[in-house]
């Protein structure tokens, strides 16, 4: 999350040139080639539990959680959004636009879509954490979650770096105490579990 917000003269410009529409597509190009690794990794479409279509899950930890568009976690993906601003911000400066920015960004998210969705890492998420009731993200929900990248990454570009640090902690707070886990706590429990912090996120 930069200190100020990236500034180029093409930022949101009206498009000149076939050039101009180029990040554009590769970004659609790579959700799309998501959609179908995700579907040729076995992940289904919708609801496992034959749910009717809906929006929303307020099921953080049940088994419609990650099986609709937008669920308790779609808030971490925003916080993804805000914080591959940052870093990349920081590598990059100004020398390349927005746009490839954006591009750069939901590429990392959509191979992280992929990745979270293997075997492996399910199993991960079921041995490590609270997450008994997960068997991996329905397509659509993984699609939700590269949308609240995005959102995440326009409004990083927007606050710049104070505001955003801001927002992210706020989340962070808000998350912790609503569904007892956050982006930070899911990072720690999949990478060097804590008994103390299952415990308290079981109620225990």
């Given amino acids: 999350m930069p200190s100020e917000?990236?500034?180029?003269?093409?930022d949101f410009q009206i498009f000149n040139s076939w050039r101009d529409y180029l990040p554009y597509i590769l970004i659609l190009t790579v959700i799309i080639s998501t959609i179908f690794i995700l579907h040729f990794q076995g992940r289904i479409w919708w609801c496992k539990w034959d749910a009717p279509v809906y929006l929303w899950s307020n099921d953080a930890w049940g088994t419609h959680n990650s099986q609709h568009l937008f669920d308790p976690y779609s808030f971490t993906h925003v916080l993804h959004?805000?914080?591959y601003y940052g870093i990349l911000?920081?590598?990059?400066?100004r020398r390349i636009s927005f746009a490839w920015l954006l591009f750069i960004a939901v590429l990392a998210e959509s191979a992280w879509e992929v990745?979270?969705?293997q075997n492996?890492?399910?199993e991960r998420y079921r041995a490590a954490t609270i997450s008994l009731e997960?068997?991996?993200?329905?397509?659509?929900?993984?699609?939700?979650d590269v949308l609240c990248c995005i959102a995440g990454f326009f409004i990083a570009h927007k606050l710049a770096f104070w505001r955003s640090l801001a927002l992210f902690v706020l989340t962070e707070i808000v998350l912790i105490f609503w569904i007892h886990d956050s982006l930070l706590i899911n990072i720690i429990m999949l990478i060097y579990p804590i008994e103390a912090i299952k415990t308290w996120q079981t109620g225990g």
Avoid: Q, W
């Fill in 5 to 10: 917000k990236i500034e180029n003269k093409n």
């Fill in 134 to 144: 997960y068997f991996g993200d329905s397509i659509t929900n993984s699609v939700g």
């Fill in 81 to 83: 959004g805000l914080g």
């Fill in 89 to 93: 911000y920081l590598i990059f400066r």
């Fill in 115 to 117: 990745l979270e969705n």
């Fill in 120 to 122: 492996a890492v399910i």
